[in-house]
């Protein structure tokens, strides 16, 4: 036991961990490099190859978006409406709520061509479409999970069980930030509630705690207790932290503790966001065309906000942003919910790849757009609604070296399994880091004897989405 813990105490206390993580002395000047007000794009980390994006924009639908409405069309489920599924097809057949004798629910929306390249999409995503040129379609999407908690932990952290770290926490890790008065890892949350695998979704598990998503609010005080209280100006404020901050580093010193370098970088960095962030938040500042592209309204947090937001902050240096919408989950009320939900993000979302183009900032800027699963081509909750489904969905990429204008997979005529060019969430995540310089597999984290990565001991990255 000794043996071990001096182990693991040594490699909290190796130099890599200590220019990393720090955050003072060696530390701190590293993380200084780091700034473009400093010395410039040429100083970020060194890469496994040479990167086709240097940030990620990932707008996370909740709840799974039905792909049968949204994007992948079968008019053979139309046909089929109201019969039950072929036994071959559900034998063994595992679902969350259903059974495997539930019937066929048709579309329920009209699907259309756009752009010059013809990519389907339903009817719901008519601004999608205009910039369905922009982006990449995969429509061969599979997960291991079919319930909401462990499913978006697989998808954001390459596992079901809690405690590993998000996508948005590798990302940091490997690359840092270019921003110095900001978190290089962002989060927003918009529709009815946060999502089903909490704080796990962005956390940083057994990484350093500085590597977790900072959760922002697109309204009033971007992070809460921003402000300083009344009576407590800046010069006390001042005092205060260069106390605290030297009785952590005094702990430091004498113990090692990695959190504790976290926790004064955390002092530092909310100390530099009091003057950074309100202005960072305020829209107000935006042209009334740019407002009008995303629909937002300053002052009314929404998922528009989050986007223009997104845009505000990949702008300033911030390596992740995160935008949340947990909406999706329609057992019941499949019609007026994606009505309604895509009413709210189809704008925004489309929105975001306009403005990121116009702005020369799409080239090296990955968005992706997906949730963690999608639905049943079965009905469930009468005649209008469809179960959890992780045999096959739907996600959408653009910018960042993405090929723009591809459909990559096909599903069956009935939407349930994948029939051509399958990619699981390891593989989407491989590829994500590859499309930021990293080597998926060389990307590790040495804890309990064995080396941790984002993608476990699986991936491939998808080489057909790569321009």
């Not at 061509?113 to 990449?136: C, F, M, Q, R």
């Not at 690359?175 to 089903?196: A, I």
């Amino acid at each position: 036991m000794l043996s071990h813990f001096l182990t693991e105490r040594q490699h909290l206390l190796n130099r890599r961990w200590f220019l990393r993580d720090c955050g003072v002395g060696l530390g701190a000047i590293a993380l200084a490099a780091l700034a473009p007000e400093a010395h410039g794009a040429e100083e970020l980390p060194r890469t496994h190859h040479k990167p086709k994006a240097k940030r990620v924009i990932y707008l996370f639908m909740g709840g799974a978006p039905s792909h049968l409405e949204l994007f992948d069309h079968k008019p053979q489920l139309a046909k089929f409406n109201g019969t039950l599924p072929p036994p071959e097809l559900v034998k063994n057949y595992r679902a969350a709520f259903i059974s495997p004798n539930a019937k066929l629910l048709g579309p329920k929306f009209a699907f259309k061509k756009y752009g010059n390249s013809g990519t389907e999409l339903g009817e719901l995503l008519p601004h999608l479409g205009e910039v369905v040129d922009d982006i990449a379609v995969v429509r061969s999407m599979t997960t291991d999970a079919f319930n909401h908690a462990p499913a978006q932990i697989m998808a954001l952290t390459g596992s079901q069980q809690f405690g590993r770290p998000s996508v948005g926490a590798w990302v940091t890790y490997g690359l840092g930030s270019e921003s110095k008065n900001l978190p290089g890892f962002v989060v927003f949350s918009s529709g009815s509630k946060g999502p089903s695998g909490g704080n796990s979704c962005w956390g940083s598990g057994f990484l350093p705690s500085s590597h977790a998503g900072t959760v922002f609010r697109s309204a009033g005080d971007p992070v809460l207790f921003l402000s300083n209280p009344a009576g407590i100006d800046r010069a006390i404020q001042n005092d205060s932290l260069d106390a605290i901050n030297a009785l952590n580093r005094k702990r430091l010193d004498a113990v090692g503790d990695p959190e504790i370098g976290a926790r004064i970088s955390a002092y530092e960095m909310a100390g530099r966001m009091q003057a950074s962030a309100p202005e960072l938040t305020d829209l107000s500042k935006e042209t009334k065309e740019t407002l009008a592209l995303y629909g937002a309204e300053p002052g009314k947090p929404s998922f528009a906000n989050n986007c223009l937001l997104a845009r505000r902050l990949i702008e300033r240096g911030v390596r992740f942003v995160q935008l949340f919408h947990e909406a999706w989950d329609h057992h019941g009320g499949l019609t007026a919910g994606l009505k309604a939900e895509c009413g709210k993000t189809d704008r925004a979302s489309a929105a975001l790849v306009k403005d990121l183009k116009r702005r020369g900032l799409l080239d090296d800027t990955l968005v992706i757009w997906g949730g963690e699963f999608g639905r049943t081509p079965m009905v469930q909750g009468g005649d209008d609604g469809r179960d959890h489904h992780p045999n096959c969905y739907s996600v959408w990429l653009a910018g960042g070296g993405v090929k723009p204008g591809l459909v990559l997979g096909a599903s069956d005529d009935l939407g349930f399994n994948v029939t051509e060019d399958k990619v699981h969430v390891h593989d989407l995540n491989a590829t994500v880091l590859h499309l930021l310089g990293i080597d998926h597999t060389k990307l590790t984290y040495r804890l309990q004897g064995r080396d941790f990565r984002l993608t476990d001991v699986h991936g491939t990255v998808v080489d057909k989405l790569l321009m």
